[in-house]
């Protein structure tokens, strides 16, 4: 039998494909840092801010995409999830800080 270096590592090091509880954990850190980074423009209620930093991710994802040489429809597809994503986390920001 074969065996790699990565066989001998302990715990999640040894598996070549990320956990469920992996991927969950990293959804919840970008999502934390989001919401975090969202909160001290809308703080305000400085909506110019808000469409600057939604302009700027439409700018990163496609920027993100670029590399990859993905087709112009999934490149576009990520951009529009990520709005949609950046959309949610606006929205669900303020519905907290109204029922605060």
């Given amino acids: 039998m074969t065996w790699t270096k990565r066989d001998c590592k302990l715990g999640g090091e040894r598996f ?9 954990g990293k959804l919840i850190v970008l999502e934390s ?20 930093l939604r302009t700027e991710v439409g700018r990163l994802v496609e920027q993100r995409c670029e590399p990859l040489k993905l ?10 999830y990520a709005l949609e ?4 986390v606006v ?10």
Avoid: H
């Fill in 71 to 80: 087709a112009p429809d999934d490149v576009l597809a990520a951009r529009q």
């Fill in 85 to 88: 994503f950046f959309d949610a």
């Fill in 33 to 52: 840092i989001a919401i975090a980074c969202l909160k001290g423009a809308i703080s305000r209620r400085d909506k110019a801010a808000v469409e600057r």
């Fill in 91 to 100: 929205e669900s920001t303020l519905d907290r800080q109204d029922r605060s």
């Fill in 16 to 24: 070549p494909v990320p956990t469920q509880g992996e991927i969950e």
